[in-house]
T-cell receptor, first 115, second 114 residues
Framework: GAGVSQSPSNKVTEKGKDVELRCDPI?????LYWYRQSLGQGLEFLIY????????KSGLPSDRFSAERTGGSVSTLTIQRTQQEDSAVYLC?????????????FGPGTRLTVL | GNSVTQMEGPVTLSEEAFLTINCTYT??????LFWYVQYPGEGLQLLLK?????DKGSNKGFEATYRKETTSFHLEKGSVQVSDSAVYFC?????????????FGTGTQLKVEL
């Protein structure tokens, strides 16, 4: 079936604006993750959803960042009052379950540029 | 906390050369270990994984063995091709207290030349 999809593929915004990034996980995958890839910080975990459990938000860098997952499927990552340091590629991944050996499948990412 | 250390790149090799990319880790528990690859202009793809000590993951001619005694998971390939040019990420995953994230190394860029 289809892989993880993300939209938009590129987003350019002005400092101070809000942005929403969307992730469609692989159908049937119960776990969904957001990561950020930037030149200075490498690949960083942001947030993790598993079924109906409370999400693990331990990687969110500030309270400007939030995410939700509706109906156990599609997820939206929202960044409020964007700053230039938010510029990065935002990656979404999903896995069938949450076992320690479950493979996380990554989407192509959304490249965010904050001017 | 958990961390992954990879050798810095770029690594430049001639086609058919032997490849080793070193990876060591620090973990508070018993992690699973992964190598992901990112080809130019593409997303992250799982290359191989190992879930317990002495396991060997392999795929596309690449291999890595989970060495608990040396906390290492070095990536090797006997004969690289130009098409192997990419960035390689070592990662670990440990589930403690409900956490379930991948912790990545900084990535190693591999360039293979004719």
């Amino acid at each position: 079936g289809a892989g993880v999809s993300q939209s938009p593929s590129n987003k350019v915004t002005e400092k101070g604006k809000d942005v929403e990034l969307r992730c469609d996980p692989i159908s049937g995958h119960t776990a969904l993750y957001w990561y950020r890839q930037s030149l200075g910080q490498g690949l960083e975990f942001l947030i993790y959803f598993q079924g109906n459990s409370a999400p693990d938000k331990s990687g969110l860098p500030s309270d400007r960042f939030s995410a939700e997952r509706t109906g156990g499927s599609v997820s939206t990552l929202t960044i409020q009052r964007t700053q230039q340091e938010d510029s990065a590629v935002y990656l979404c991944a999903s896995s069938l379950n949450s076992g320690r050996s479950d493979t996380q499948y990554f989407g192509p990412g959304t490249r965010l540029t904050v001017l | 906390g958990n961390s992954v250390t990879q050798m810095e790149g770029p690594v430049t090799l001639s086609e058919e050369a032997f490849l080793t990319i070193n990876c060591t880790y620090t973990a508070t528990g018993y992690p699973s270990l992964f190598w992901y690859v990112q080809y130019p202009g593409e997303g992250l793809q799982l290359l191989l994984k190992a879930t317990k000590a002495d396991d060997k993951g392999s795929n596309k001619g690449f291999e890595a063995t989970y060495r608990k005694e040396t906390t290492s998971f070095h990536l090797e390939k006997g004969s690289v091709q130009v098409s192997d040019s990419a960035v390689y990420f070592c990662a670990l995953r440990e589930i403690t207290g409900g956490g379930n994230k991948l912790t990545f190394g900084t990535g190693t860029q591999l360039k293979v030349e004719l």
